[in-house]
């Protein structure tokens, strides 16, 4: 049965009726910040939850490490049932061999009994269990430098994967263009082969060109999907559309102005050499605990004990308390203390290298970043004059074309060139954005406070999304990624 009224496939009001329909059955739905979304990574980051675990272990260690320091006290305690019996055979003589005999005897007891025990004792001096609870606080204080990098890094992670979505939706956007505008030129060059004004070297010319806009168009695409991807992982949630990135963010130098300073900055706040520094100290506390096995130990002790039976020739009930001073004094050990010494002393040496690395590596990566990003301002101002130029250089050949003087390869050629800088321009400023972030994160000051500075330049009139619009007015989902993940459950 065909329809009462048939629209044709491409017309403008089949179009129009299908985008209405589109948008009366579309959910309203807000675009996502960056900073909601940097909020839900903090909440439900897998490695960022992990390392709030692993401080709160380490944590329960320093307990455990002060708890040798404390008093020590148990118990004990029985009841019994005593059961003996004995038996005893003789043989003697008296005068002769005639007169020689045996006997036996035989006797037994049983009873029932109980006793009790208490012990305690208090460390005095014990240089060890001193050292190691020394020991186990900075481990606490080096993780906690630990979540603060890992917090940091996650907070440049998400920012890096909701850039590189937008990245990639606008270089996608000028992928389509390329594609539908050199479309537009293959048609012309068949329309003009049918006609006998141009050769068919031309429409091949044309067809390459737009076979090669199109593989382009779809990796771009491609790029899309894996971007939402990338920022689900971090989250743990999924996001409908994110805002985008307002044309008038300011593209400007950092600041402060002088590398110097960022990378007195970086000496003075990066967790990561902070870490290092920590390291150091954990290993100087390893050197202490092997020297302290050299050293005697002193302990007070007190011990109770208490026990009591139902035997019938005795009554009462036995006690007992000792109260003292215990020393030990380790005298031979077979060498293993002082081998001991020797390899935590390599083991500070190694952490004092390491430090070293870090703080050097620390400088390069600021001194690099801050020559990047103030590169990156004169690249996006590059990049923005390259698409005037380039679009003006297409209009020319367009013209040149017209008249005879350029030929087809020379309009595709600039065509691709023009969309090549939009590309080109829409990379340079996520990249600046990104290069910024990453400097503060090397740095050490990259905190929710700058998340909600760069978010303030997000605009919600332009949002990014994986569901696009086709030449029908048909939506259709980009990607499938899948139900959100959800936590074990509790034991």
């Known amino acids: 049965m065909s329809p009462l009224i048939s629209l044709p496939s491409r017309s403008p009001l089949r179009h129009a009726i299908s985008l209405l329909v589109v948008a009366a059955f579309a959910p309203s739905v807000h675009a996502a910040d960056l900073l909601t979304i ?19 272990s380490t944590e329960a260690g320093q307990d455990v490490e002060r708890g040798d320091l404390l008093p020590q006290a148990s118990a004990t305690g029985s009841l019994y049932r005593y059961d003996s019996l004995e038996s005893q055979s003789y043989a003697g003589s008296s005068g002769s061999q005639a007169a020689a005999g045996t006997g036996s005897s035989s006797s037994g007891e049983d009873y029932n009994g109980s006793s ?53 939706k606008e270089v996608l956007e000028a992928r389509q263009a390329q594609e539908k505008a050199i479309g537009r030129q293959l048609e012309q060059s068949r329309e003009q082969f049918n006609v006998g004004l141009v050769a068919i070297t031309d429409v091949n010319e044309a067809k390459a060109a737009f076979d090669s806009a199109r593989a382009q168009r779809i990796a771009a695409k491609s790029d899309l999907q894996v971007s939402f991807e990338t920022l689900e992982r971090l989250t743990g949630q999924q996001y409908d559309s994110i805002e985008g990135l307002d044309d008038e963010l300011p593209i400007q130098p950092p600041v402060p102005a002088s590398r110097d300073d960022w990378v007195e900055l970086a000496l003075s706040s990066s967790p990561s050499i902070q870490y290092a520094q920590a390291a150091v100290e954990l290993a100087k506390s390893g050197v202490d605990i092997a020297e302290a096995g050299h050293l005697p130990t002193l302990d007070a002790f007190a011990d109770y004990s208490y026990s009591n039976n139902d035997r019938d020739e005795l009554r009462g009930h036995n006690e007992d308390l000792q109260i003292g001073v215990q020393a030990n004094l380790p005298i031979y050990t077979g060498g293993s203390t002082s081998a001991a010494v020797r390899e935590n002393t390599y083991t500070l040496e190694a952490t004092q290298y390491d430090f070293e690395d870090q703080r ?21 101002e590059a990049q923005r004059e390259a698409i005037v130029s380039s679009r003006s250089a297409l209009e020319a050949t367009r013209a040149g074309y017209e008249v005879g003087t350029r030929n087809i390869v020379d309009v595709l050629n600039a065509e691709q060139s023009l969309y090549e800088s939009i590309s080109n321009y829409a990379d340079a400023r996520y990249t600046y954005v990104t290069d910024l972030l990453q400097l503060r994160q090397q740095t050490g000051v990259l905190n929710l406070d700058v998340i909600r500075a760069t978010n303030r330049w997000l605009r919600d009139s332009n949002p990014v999304s994986l569901t696009e619009v086709d030449d029908a007015g048909v939506s259709s989902s980009v990607e499938d990624i899948g139900a959100r993940p959800t936590p074990p459950p509790a034991s």
């Open 38 to 56: 940097t909020q839900d990574a903090l909440e439900h980051s897998a490695t960022l939850n992990s390392s709030r675990s692993t401080f709160k």
């Open 116 to 168: 009790i025990g208490v012990s305690v004792t208090q460390a005095l001096f014990d240089a060890t269990n001193w050292y190691e609870y020394q020991q186990s606080k900075k481990q606490v204080g080096q993780q906690a430098l630990q979540l603060e990098i890992d917090q940091q890094q996650l907070l440049y992670d998400v920012s890096e994967a909701y850039f590189e979505i937008l990245r990639a």
């Open 360 to 380: 050097r590596y620390t400088m390069q990566q600021v001194r690099s970043l801050f020559a990047q990003v103030s590169n990156d301002v004169e690249s996006v």
